[in-house]
């Protein structure tokens, strides 16, 4: 049985067309022509359905203070506070376990605040493909950090439908009579149409549910925007309010207002100059004191979303050079870079299964310290490197690019709003970067990497999709699944697998 047979098998499983966050936002059905064009309207668009989101989140936002009780409760018996989550939410995970080693969140011992994602550590800059799509890998990890009776699991899924977490999620549910809380941004009752495993989840008397569906992406499935925004902002607020929780739901209208203030209109010639760099062959290294975690978060994630080379393994000299590369220039060698970025030591997979691919060796390869440089100059044949640097300390952040310089004031903000502050001005900075660039079409993913069961429904409907505004005809599922299969074993990197099935389809972008 080739592999378009063994997808075709479970496909109905992994349908969710039909979920608010799959959906096409209203807003910027137009918004890779506008990214060219116009990009201080395209960057208002992007703003209006942040704030639209972050709304959204306020009228859902009482159940927190209830979190808060969660955690401190768990604190208080001297229990650890667990987080997992997959992709975006696996990168939120581990940025609010760094935030709590920092001193960003407050917590009285943050060795007792544990994170992990899928795939390990590893994930957090390289895609761990088809980690997603198995729920006994997500028990498996649970159970290898030492979860116990008593402890706390913190589960976030984008969609509401990730097998990984919803089998973390299920298993501490069985492990501790501390009930765990699964964090999601659908409808409830989508999700029990759309996928069983949803449905058993969310009837699940031992596992408390918070849902903050806040509709529509920016970019049509793109969760790395305002949805995994909302589930980071949740259980951020949620530790900052342990000890007074009544006050945690009042945090989300602060950062509404936060959001509402800053337009993000500075961002006009930072993502004309970005993009114009890529055009004419240059590279960037993105470097951040300050905001470490929240900047490697969107360099990595741009990868997968439009189909990016992503950062490159740097004991294969034939591994192509990422775009854009995260960079810490005051760390001597990955090891050190590694940690100061954690703030602890990695964790990885050493499963004979998976080592290949997250164990620690692999991850020793992927090195972002001062050494970094001169490699990516051999790499490149010193081509152009361009610093850009998102720094900041006590009420501001500084923005640093090819000549341009912008101070943000965030005088009275709290350090951990900084950080939201960022996710959503460098998401946006981002994608509208790759919409310059072509990376996708409309507010569609057609860039889209086809690494797990979820993606490849995603892609196979992208082609119907198109093929039907193009043709008014809607071509059949099975035959669409059958060539994009075939058009993903010929993509070279950088290919869009989109786009390639419409042709193969004879459909004329």
């Not at 109905?12 to 799959?22: K, P, S, W």
């Not at 959906?23 to 992007?46: N, R, W, Y």
């Not at 929240?294 to 000299?317: G, H, I, N």
């Not at 998401?427 to 409309?442: A, I, K, P, Q």
Request: aromatic share 8%; with cysteine; net charge negative.
């Amino acid at each position: 049985m080739n592999a378009a047979d063994e997808f075709l098998k479970v496909a109905t499983d992994y349908q969710l067309g039909a979920l608010d966050t799959e959906a096409q936002h209203p807003f910027t059905t137009s918004l890779s022509q506008m990214a060219k064009t116009d990009v201080g309207e395209a960057i208002k668009l992007m703003h209006q359905v942040d704030v639209m989101a972050l709304r959204e989140f306020a009228a859902k936002a009482a159940p927190l203070a209830d979190l808060a009780r969660a955690i401190a409760a768990t604190m208080a018996a001297g229990r650890r506070v667990f987080l997992c989550g997959c992709g975006a939410t696996g990168r939120l995970s581990l940025s609010i376990e760094v935030f709590c080693r920092m001193g960003v969140l407050p917590v009285a011992d943050p060795e007792r605040v544990v994170a992990f994602m899928a795939g390990g550590d590893l994930a957090l800059i390289k895609a761990i493909e088809t980690f997603e799509d198995h729920p006994e890998y997500g028990a498996r990890q649970l159970e290898e950090l030492g979860f116990g009776d008593g402890d706390l699991l913190l589960a976030t899924t984008e969609g509401g439908e990730t097998p990984f977490v919803i089998g973390a999620a299920e298993r501490a549910a069985e492990i501790s009579r501390n009930r765990p809380w699964l964090l999601y941004c659908n409808p409830d009752e989508q999700l029990i149409r759309v996928a069983a495993r949803s449905k058993r989840v969310i009837e699940n008397p031992a596992i408390r549910k918070l849902n903050l569906s806040v509709g529509a992406m920016a970019v049509s499935g793109s969760t790395r925007m305002q949805a995994s925004t909302v589930l980071m902002a949740a259980i951020g607020f949620a530790f900052m309010h342990q000890h007074d929780p009544e006050n945690a739901p009042g945090e989300v209208l602060q950062m509404l207002r936060h959001a509402a203030h800053c337009d993000g209109q500075f961002l006009v010639p930072f993502v004309e100059h970005e993009a114009a760099a890529y055009e004419r062959g240059a590279y960037v290294f993105y470097t951040s004191p300050s905001f470490g975690i929240t900047v490697v978060t969107d360099t990595t994630e741009r990868a997968p979303t439009f189909s990016l080379v992503p950062f490159e393994k740097q004991d294969d000299p034939t591994a192509q050079a990422s775009w854009c590369h995260f960079l810490m220039p005051e760390q001597p060698g990955a090891h050190a870079a590694w940690n100061a970025l954690l703030h602890r030591e990695p964790r990885t997979l050493e499963w004979p299964d998976v080592r290949h691919v997250a164990g620690g060796e692999v991850l020793a390869s992927y090195d972002f310290s001062a050494q970094l440089t001169a490699r990516r100059r051999l790499r490149t044949n010193g081509a152009e490197h361009l610093l850009f640097n998102i720094g900041g300390g006590a009420g501001e952040m500084v923005w640093e690019f090819d000549g341009l310089k912008e101070r943000i004031d965030l005088t009275g903000i709290h350090e951990f709003q900084a950080h939201l502050m960022l996710k959503m001005l460098i998401n946006m900075h981002s994608t509208l970067v790759m919409g310059r660039l072509g990376r996708y079409l409309d507010n569609l993913m057609t860039y889209v990497k086809p690494s797990n069961n979820k993606l490849i429904d995603r892609a196979v409907r992208y082609v119907r999709l198109l093929a039907q505004r193009r043709t008014g005809r809607l071509p059949g599922y099975e035959k669409v699944t059958r060539l994009l299969f075939e058009e993903r074993d010929k993509l070279q990197p950088g290919e869009p697998i989109v786009l390639k099935t419409l042709a193969a389809l004879g459909v004329v972008v």
